[in-house]
């Protein structure tokens, strides 16, 4: 059954133009285990000259499935007989591959013959094979460009790249090429890397970045910080959200789908925090109504016992 399916991203950028972390240069992982960099490395030297040849011979898809099923046992750490599948069925068709540990579906794994440039209609066959699964995420590859997406089941069904690898461009001495391999590696999958990096590009993506400047809270910051400076100066909060949104914000980072997600998540929290602040409040109350009421009483008790002396 095919999905109405909304894409996210272009090649090189991730979703509204956010860079990938190798193109910011940044570090991904806080640290990756000696053993698993060992064998990153050593993956990296081995089947770069493999993936070059196939490339040359241009071999179809199943060779290039073959060689896939190599890599993610080899590089990517996992069991290939325990924990990758082949020709996973879904719904009467099959996705080429899929991870599982402990039992429990990862990723689907499209693979298009190395040859092929992979494009919007391979994403739109991946990123339905994991609707109709029910699965997060999704990697579609040709051998030398990996493309991991995450899977939102909005509607229409989204999908976002959140990981972009030219595995013939890796440097295998390079310590961000290593830590981005070690986000969808077996091991990263154990610590959940993959789903907190994608949480941090999202907390500083300019969608989010962008809105949570016009939030009441830190509106009242800068009036507060504009009133220092500009004493004589009647400002109000309302006057900094229009100057904001008219003049300082661009639209695109205001409009559309993932800023209204960005919205209705950062209102979420508000709300949140709100709550928690009024819980608080209520307890710091009903706490000084007690201290008060035992205060009330001893001085009762200590009323009684002069009485008796």
Not at 71 to 93: C, H, N, P, Q
Not at 105 to 111: D, G, N, S, T
Not at 145 to 152: D, G, L, N, Q
């Amino acid at each position: 059954m095919a999905i109405p399916l909304k894409l996210g991203a272009g090649d090189d950028t991730l979703p509204g133009g956010d860079r990938t972390a190798q193109q910011q240069g940044e570090s991904i992982v806080a640290k990756i285990p000696s053993k698993v960099t060992d064998r990153l490395t050593a993956g990296v030297r081995r089947f770069q000259p493999i993936l070059a040849s196939l490339k040359a011979r241009d071999v179809g898809e199943s060779d290039t499935v073959t060689v896939i099923t190599d890599m993610l046992a080899d590089v990517f750490g996992f069991d290939k007989y325990a924990e990758i599948t082949s020709e996973y069925a879904i719904r009467g068709t099959y996705c080429d591959l899929a991870t599982k540990i402990d039992g429990v579906l990862r990723m689907l794994i499209e693979v298009k013959a190395i040859g092929l440039d992979l494009k919007e209609q391979h994403v739109k066959q991946a990123v339905d094979y994991a609707a109709n699964q029910g699965v997060d995420w999704v990697v579609l590859t040709n051998g030398l460009i990996w493309r991991v997406f995450k899977v939102a089941f909005t509607k229409p069904i989204n999908a976002e790249v959140v990981v972009e690898i030219d595995f013939g461009a890796l440097n295998a001495k390079s310590q961000k090429d290593l830590e981005t391999l070690f986000l969808f590696c077996k091991e990263g999958w154990s610590k959940s890397v993959l789903g907190e990096y994608h949480s941090q590009k999202q907390a500083l993506s300019r969608y989010y970045l962008g809105n949570i400047l016009l939030a009441d809270p830190v509106v009242q910051v800068v009036r507060r910080e504009l009133r220092r400076m500009f004493p004589d100066v009647r400002i109000e909060a309302e006057e900094i959200e229009q100057v904001l949104t008219a003049e300082v914000l661009k639209r695109e980072v205001l409009e559309g789908e993932r800023a209204d997600e960005a919205k209705k998540k950062i209102s979420k929290m508000q709300n949140k925090l709100v709550k928690e602040k009024a819980v608080r409040k209520s307890q710091d109350s009903a706490d000084v109504a007690d201290d008060a009421a035992s205060d009330a009483t001893s001085a009762q008790d200590d009323q009684v016992e002069s009485a008796a002396d």
